[in-house]
């Protein structure tokens, strides 16, 4: 019989701890908002693991590491996406002679073990589990993790994010060095991290353009500030995000819930994309968490195709008047920096989608924003 559940009422240890103390094989899918991760089980061992998280897949990777440079990531996808047959992007990096065998196999095996634990940072989340035919993921598979090691790493990273964000409460802050702190750093993340300080960045734009979850960033922070290296510039002051506290939801909030839904539609229905899709993002009621799904992802399909009617994925985004102008607008946030500071006027839509971090509909969400205030333009568009 299958399973579904919400991560407050069964928490992801406890599930891990069922499915291998019951020698569960099947399919496992977990979701939060947009974000899927999908697990599979051979008799109580996770052999197979995907992720629809862009920071997760493949090029992020080589890119948090510089085994590649933006650009040759840039133009390996675009290269694969012209490709009649496509490749996949490691059997192109290989081909391109930028990553060996070998370092292609580490990172598949960090990309294995990175979505995983980022399941047990959710604040919220739902999930469903289902025996199901798993040969085909049996045959492909490499890996057969021990769900008991990954439950105990997996509740210590909790703990330790819990701890970071208390001394990083949101993503506003803005951080310095003290004369203390090394001018050079040896690790190529450290280098990464540092460079973002020393442009006077927020924690938001750092864990951005380092195309990571923020665990990792907060890590090296707290590393660096116990060692007395930097100080938090700005934001201090400000509160940390309050806290789920799974509580059951009550009638009258679902009903609230159910209505706000129908304002969904009914925006939907009047291509009122953009609006719809904000009112949607609101939504973390776990009673409606099926019904939320499906109604984004009818929503994304539709503001995908709306957009590439018209601005197809071949056409070049261009800017129409000098950085420095558009960044005195309050609305360009970390979000719309990272994208416009992609837009080089060689590039095509398809391959800056590819390459974001921010996954398809943020992206084109934050370039149709650019593009409605005529910052940008969209060279071989109708």
């Known amino acids: 019989m299958p399973l579904h559940a919400d991560i407050h009422t069964m928490s992801v240890p406890d599930f891990l701890q069922w499915i291998s103390t019951s020698k569960k094989s099947g399919i496992s899918v977990f979701q939060k908002k947009d974000r899927l991760k999908e697990l599979v089980f051979d008799a109580g061992s996770l052999i197979w693991v995907t992720s629809n998280d862009p920071r997760e897949y493949l090029g992020q990777l080589a890119l948090r590491q510089a085994l590649i440079t933006e650009q040759q990531l840039t133009k390996t996808l675009e290269k694969q996406r012209k490709q009649p047959k496509k490749a996949s992007l490691g059997q192109l990096l290989i081909e391109q002679k930028l990553l060996t065998e070998e370092q292609l196999q580490e990172l598949l095996n960090e990309q294995f073990i990175n979505i995983i634990y980022d399941i047990f940072l959710w604040d919220s989340g739902q999930f469903h589990f289902a025996e199901e035919n798993i040969n085909k993921y049996k045959e492909l598979s490499r890996w057969a993790a021990e769900v008991n090691h990954l439950v105990f790493e997996g509740a210590r990273r909790w703990d330790e994010w819990n701890r970071l964000k208390e001394y990083f409460p949101n993503d506003e802050i803005r951080i310095q ?45 707290q590393q660096w500030r116990e060692q007395g290296w930097l100080t938090i510039k700005e934001g201090q002051t400000a509160v940390a995000k309050e806290k789920v506290t799974g509580k059951p939801v009550s009638q009258e909030t679902v009903q609230l819930d159910r209505e706000l839904l129908n304002q969904v539609s009914t925006l939907a229905k009047s291509k009122r994309l953009d609006e719809a899709l904000d009112l949607l993002s609101g939504l973390e009621n776990p009673a409606l968490a099926r019904l939320v799904s499906f109604l984004r992802v009818d929503l994304e399909t539709q503001y995908n195709k709306h957009f590439y009617s018209h601005f197809p994925k071949e056409s070049v985004p261009q800017l129409s008047m000098a950085e420095g102008q558009i960044l005195r607008d309050p609305d360009i946030d970390s979000k719309a920096y990272f994208i416009l500071s992609r837009i080089t006027g060689n590039v ?10 921010l996954g398809e509909i943020n992206t084109l969400r934050t370039l149709k924003l650019l593009h409605d205030k005529g910052y940008i333009r969209f060279k071989g568009a109708p």
Request: zero cysteines.
């Open 177 to 221: 060095f003290t004369q203390e702190a090394p001018t050079e750093f040896d690790e190529p993340f450290a280098i990464k991290v540092a460079k973002q300080i020393k442009q006077h960045k927020t924690l938001g734009e750092i864990i951005l353009e380092l195309r990571v979850h923020g665990y990792y960033v907060l890590q090296t922070l």
């Open 348 to 357: 095509d839509t398809a391959t800056i989608v590819m390459a974001s971090p």
